[in-house]
């Protein structure tokens, strides 16, 4: 057997029981086909995601988008009130916001008053009349921050095309 198999192999054909007896088999092996890959979400899918409800349930790309100059201030208002409520209610209905110092703005606040968020350098911005060294101790709570509790957006299928936040309607008559 191993003088066939020498010459096999300088002859660039071994036998088929030799090989078998090796563990080996001439006979291509067959692949499993594998299963379609899913499209994988870019980061910015999710920006996309919320800016698409947000047009969706407010039409708050409608009204950023328009040239507001021609209008007087009072349909502007009349417009923004219920842009606000329509988007207010689109946040609340996917996102639990909380302030990130829950207090009274304009009262003497210090950084403790954040709790667990008052060791993060991203949650409390000072502002105003800053020491040149060392940290404030506090200051007046002029913006009480906000930050996302949970989210509860619709998982997003990644076969549509997150780039289009509104499709065009055309009306048929």
């Known amino acids: 057997m191993a003088f066939r198999a020498f010459f096999g192999i300088l002859g660039g054909s071994l036998a088929e029981d030799i090989a078998q007896a090796h563990g080996y ?12 890959k899913e499209p994988v979400l870019k980061p910015e899918a999710g920006a996309m995601q919320v800016l698409g409800i947000l047009q969706r349930d407010a039409r708050l790309l409608d009204f950023v988008m ?40 304009g009262t003497f606040t210090k950084p403790e008053s954040a709790g667990a968020l008052a060791k993060d350098a991203s949650a409390i911005k000072f502002v105003g009349n800053l020491p040149a060294q060392g940290k404030p ?37």
């Open 137 to 173: 101790t506090g200051g007046l709570l002029r913006h009480k921050g906000w930050r996302v509790d949970s989210t509860m957006l619709p998982t997003l299928n990644p076969k549509t095309n997150l780039s289009i936040l509104a499709p065009a309607e055309l009306e048929v008559e």
């Open 66 to 105: 328009e040239d507001i100059t021609p209008f007087s201030d009072d349909q502007v208002g009349a417009a923004v009130r219920s842009l606000h409520d329509q988007s207010q209610e689109a946040l609340r209905k996917y996102f639990k916001l909380a302030p990130v110092i829950d207090g009274v703005e």
């Open 25 to 36: 088999s001439k006979t291509p092996v067959k692949k499993a086909p594998e299963p379609p």
